[in-house]
């Protein structure tokens, strides 16, 4: 019982750090004690700072207390030696020796213990009690100890079985003191202390720039999820509003219908009404009739000639007759040429939804967020033709002179004015037409010229059309960009401004538009691709494809491409 009893005080009197009883005890101002070389250690780590912690409290400490031994305690630790202290924690080493996956003590002769520490000098690595005189000898204070390693001895020359404290430079190789006689002869030396200097530094801003890379990488992730939630709020509100505007047209369609049907069963109840009276009628005059008939048959009978001669005149007189004339029986078509109105509209309204679908779709499917990483812009014509969408002409916005054929895919300028009806869409002065369809997505066309060239344009619907001012001219105005094709030159038009372009002339051009990013481009287009002028800007509204003719007999054509 009194073994225990001094075990259990005994562990009163360990270091917090190395866990063995203390040696050379000396107490910090917080009143903690321990081991004279652990506290020191644990100091020496922490000089670059100049701020000095306990182990146990984490109280601070500046500057850097001096120790000075406890001889209180000292003789106490020699009273409890005698006592046989020493014994007990030999009865907790059962659990600490070394298995497989330990570092084994290098010291120990017989079943080896755990290593506590390994020694970056003597190359050894220890048990806790082989480790004692490395903190009780002056002789070890400038060994270096750490945690331990197996690979101790990859600090070891294999050629000269020396220690490797020197890094060679030129080979990016650690090398002992003698590497540089031989194999790195005139090579920059350096020692691994000094390397590992130099390395920290670098490793430093290598932390300090990936630290930068992780914050920015964090503002972009918080950036991408702000950009989820708006993709959400705008796609919720998206269907909200399609889901109101597809229910107003079937709401509109529905009364429409309503409609239809409340004036053909009024026309109906009308008719009908008429029919009837007309047929009662005929119906009481055929009852007149029938009377007037029985009375003369009687009358007929009579013997008394004189007395037939005398009534005669008032008997064979009849009321006047219906007009049957009016009675003008039509075949059997009463309603049918309303159903031909409203099938004639269903047609009308499945075009323009089959049209306007395909640009609907199109639309969704285009939504980009990541613009320049996910959809760069092409570089080679197989690119560019990823893009490429079908253009037609809009006869409604052809200038009266303009003559379109092949599908509404070719124009031509005509020496007399076609028969083509008016529209408030047609240019009226400007020999002018845009594309029926609307540009608000990626797309690429080419459009060829054969003649003396025109204008390959762009331009927003409401462009102004009548009248000959800058305003309904391509390139003009501010709704409008333009490259004038002459047969031997460009020029680029916006907002009245023309930039001469430079580049090989050639009889077809090809035109990029991201209507998203704002770009719009312009090639010279032959065996390869020539860029002539590319445009940044911000789109306000969906575009439309424009040409501008020049001359009589030009023609131009919107080329299908494969």
């Known amino acids: 019982m009194a073994q225990q009893g001094a075990q259990l005080d005994g562990a009163k009197f360990c270091c ?9 005890p000396v107490t910090i101002p917080c009143g903690h004690s321990y081991c004279m070389s652990c506290i020191n250690n644990v100091w020496d780590g922490e000089d670059e700072k100049k701020i000095y ?12 207390p001096v120790l000075m031994k406890n001889t209180m305690l000292a003789d106490i630790m020699e009273e409890l030696k005698k006592t046989g202290l020493q014994a007990a924690p030999a009865a907790a080493t059962d659990h600490c020796y070394a298995g497989p996956e330990d570092v084994a003590c290098d010291v120990c002769t017989e079943r080896k213990l755990k290593a506590l520490k390994s020694c970056l000098v003597c190359l050894i690595s220890y048990c806790e009690t082989h480790l004692q005189p490395h903190y009780e000898s002056a002789a070890f204070e400038k060994h270096k100890l750490v945690n331990p390693s197996e690979k101790l001895q990859e600090n070891i020359c294999s050629h000269h079985d020396e220690v490797m404290k020197m890094f060679c430079r030129t080979d990016q190789h650690i090398i002992c003191y003698l590497c540089p006689v031989d194999e790195h002869e005139g090579h920059d030396t350096v020692s691994a202390a000094a390397e590992r200097t130099e390395r920290q530094r670098e490793l430093e801003v ?4 990936i630290q930068q890379r992780i914050q920015d990488r964090e503002k972009d992730v918080k950036l991408l999820q702000q950009e989820v939630k708006a993709i959400s709020r705008s796609a919720d509100k998206a269907v909200e509003d399609s889901e109101k505007i597809f229910t107003e047209l079937i ?3 529905e009364k429409r219908s309503s409609d239809v049907k409340q004036q053909i069963r009024s026309q109906q ?4 009404s008429r029919v009837k009276e007309l047929q009662e009628k005929l119906q009481q005059e055929i009852t007149e009739l029938k009377r007037k008939d029985a009375e003369l048959k009687q009358f007929s009978h009579t013997e008394d000639h004189n ?13 006047e007759a219906t007009d049957s004339s009016s009675i003008n029986i039509r075949p059997l078509r009463y309603f049918e040429d309303v159903t031909a109105a409203v099938s004639e509209l269903r047609d009308k309204l499945q075009d323009i939804l089959k049209e306007e679908w395909a640009n609907i779709s199109l639309t969704v499917t285009e939504v980009d967020v990541l613009l320049s990483d996910i959809h760069p812009e092409p570089k080679i014509r197989a690119d560019f033709l990823k893009y490429s969408c079908e253009i037609t002409l809009d006869p409604n916005t052809a200038k009266k002179n303009l003559l379109l054929f092949e599908g509404n895919r070719k124009a031509t300028v005509a020496n007399c004015t076609q028969s083509n009806s008016s529209h408030p869409d047609k240019f009226i002065d400007w020999c002018q037409v845009l594309s029926r369809e609307s540009l608000t997505r990626r797309c690429y066309w080419e459009v060829k010229w054969t003649g003396r060239g025109g204008y390959v344009a762009i331009a927003y619907k409401n462009i102004s059309r009548a009248g000959r001012s800058n305003e309904c001219k391509f390139g003009h105005n501010d709704k409008s960009w333009a490259l004038d094709c002459d047969t031997d030159s460009y020029k680029c038009l916006f907002n009245n401004i023309s930039t001469p372009v430079s580049g090989p002339c050639s009889s077809r051009v090809g035109v990029y538009l991201d209507h998203r990013a704002g770009i719009l481009s312009f090639y010279s287009v032959s065996e390869t691709m020539t860029l002539l002028h590319r445009v940044q800007t911000t789109f306000t509204q969906p575009l439309y494809a424009g040409l501008w003719f020049k001359y009589i007999g030009d023609t ?3 080329c299908k491409l494969k």
């Open 16 to 24: 917090s750090i190395c866990l063995d009883l203390l040696k050379h």
């Open 307 to 319: 007395q037939f001669l005398r009534n005669y005149p008032s008997v064979s007189q009849l009321s």
């Open 53 to 64: 912690g306990c182990p146990q409290c984490r109280q601070t400490f500046t500057p850097r």
């Open 251 to 253: 709401r509109l369609i």
């Open 556 to 558: 131009a054509e919107l």
């Open 206 to 209: 290598s932390r300090l720039n």
């Open 269 to 272: 109840e009308t008719e009908v």
